[in-house]
T-cell receptor
C-alpha cells in the first residue's frame, strides 16, 4: 500500500474560481478525514466520512465547501468561489475503525492552495 | 472542551543536545495522546502515541509519557540530530466518536551541526 495520496500537491487559483482536490485513502481504511492547516498553525478538522457517509462537518466548512466520498473509496473536496482566506494546506487522512482504543491517522502529503 | 497547548518555538539546539518540547492538554473525556512530526513541504507523520495514563510512547529515540496528574505529554529525545529539524505537533483524541484530532499549534525544532 502506498499510503494516503493527495492530488494535486499544489494549486494556484484566482479568487472567485472553483477548485477540487482529491484524496485516495489507504484501501482498507473506512474512515476518511479532511483537515486544513494555515501557516504557523496546527491542522483544524473540517469533515469526516465513515465509508460513503459524511458524518461530521466543522463550522469551518462554509457553504462554499463541499466534500464527497462516493462508494466509500476516494474523496473530493471542492471549494467554490475561492477567497484569499482559503489559502492553506488541505490535508487528508484515513484510519481504520478501531476495535479498541484510539489510533493515530495516516496523513497524506497535502494539497497547498494559494488563492491570488 | 478539548485543547492542546504547546511551547512556542522555535527551539534551537546543537546536534547531540537534549530535547524537551512541552505539551499540556485539557479534555472532557479520556484522551489518547499523540505526537506528529511535519518535515518541510510534507504532511504529518505519526511519531508516537499513548492511549492511557502512565503509558510511554517511543519511536526513533523520541519518548513521551502520558501524565494524567499533570495533564501533560512532553516530548523528549536524549541526543538530537540535524535530521530531526521539523515541526512537532502534540494532539489528542477522545475515546469514542469518530476520533477527531485536536492539535496544538506546533513547535519548530532547528538543530544545527
Amino acid at each position: 500500500d502506498t499510503g494516503v495520496s493527495q492530488n494535486p500537491r499544489h494549486k494556484i487559483t484566482k479568487r472567485g474560481q472553483n477548485v477540487t482536490f482529491r484524496c485516495d485513502p489507504i484501501s482498507e481504511h473506512n474512515r476518511l478525514y479532511w483537515y486544513r492547516q494555515t501557516l504557523g498553525q496546527g491542522p483544524e478538522f473540517l469533515t469526516y466520512f465513515q465509508n460513503e457517509a459524511q458524518l461530521e462537518k466543522s463550522r469551518l466548512l462554509s457553504d462554499r465547501f463541499s466534500a464527497e466520498r462516493p462508494k466509500g473509496s476516494f474523496s473530493t473536496l471542492e471549494i467554490q468561489r475561492t477567497e484569499q482566506g482559503d489559502s492553506a494546506m488541505y490535508l487528508c487522512a484515513s484510519s481504520p475503525s478501531p476495535a479498541w482504543g484510539n489510533y493515530g491517522y495516516t496523513f497524506g502529503s497535502g494539497t497547498r492552495l494559494t488563492v491570488v | 472542551g478539548n485543547s492542546v497547548t504547546q511551547m512556542e518555538g522555535p527551539v534551537t539546539l546543537s546536534e547531540e543536545a537534549f530535547l524537551t518540547i512541552n505539551c499540556t492538554y485539557t479534555a472532557t473525556g479520556y484522551p489518547s495522546l499523540f505526537w506528529y512530526v511535519q518535515y518541510p513541504g510534507e504532511g504529518l507523520q505519526l511519531l508516537l502515541k499513548a492511549t492511557k495514563a502512565d503509558d510511554k510512547g517511543s519511536n526513533k529515540g523520541f519518548e513521551a509519557t502520558y501524565r494524567k496528574e499533570t495533564t501533560s505529554f512532553h516530548l523528549e529525545k536524549g541526543s538530537v540530530q540535524v535530521s530531526d529539524s521539523a515541526v512537532y505537533f502534540c494532539a489528542l483524541s477522545v475515546l469514542g466518536g469518530f476520533q477527531k484530532l485536536v492539535f496544538g499549534t506546533g513547535t519548530r525544532l532547528l538543530v544545527s551541526p
